[in-house]
């Protein structure tokens, strides 16, 4: 038996077909969430993971403060080792020093501890290194930074 096609069932199927595209596009638009919110939920997983170590590194650069400084006064080539050695750990783990002798200041990175004469906001001196960890900074570059007179 053979349905004839009427008007009803051509505004039903064409209902039809529209609910289908409206749950269709639905359905990309919460996957799409989906899949966006797992990416974010990654990178904040991988950024706690890398920044977990900041506490300990933080502690571990007073250490490597006070071997320099022993160093400047000592000139020992075995002291020297161990600072290299403690160096490339800390860099194998995301640290990297702030380049701050002769750049201009930027108070994103340094902190000026005293004004001397040279050039104009140009560092003059840095007193304690800083430090990024991976992309943000970990310890600010404590410098002396120039008055221009």
Known sequence: MVKKTTSKNITELARLSSRVEE???NYKRVLADYQNQERRHKEQQVN???MASAALIEKLLLNLDSLEMAQTHLKDRGL???IDQLRAT???EGLSVINSDDQDFDPLLMDCTE???GKKDIVIET???GYFLFDKVLRPAKVKVGSGA
Do not use: D, F, M, N
């Open 115 to 117: 004004v001397v004469p």
């Open 80 to 82: 020297q080792i161990v």
């Open 90 to 92: 800390l860099g194998q």
């Open 48 to 50: 706690t993971i890398k």
């Open 23 to 25: 749950l269709e596009s």
């Open 127 to 129: 007193v304690s290194r």
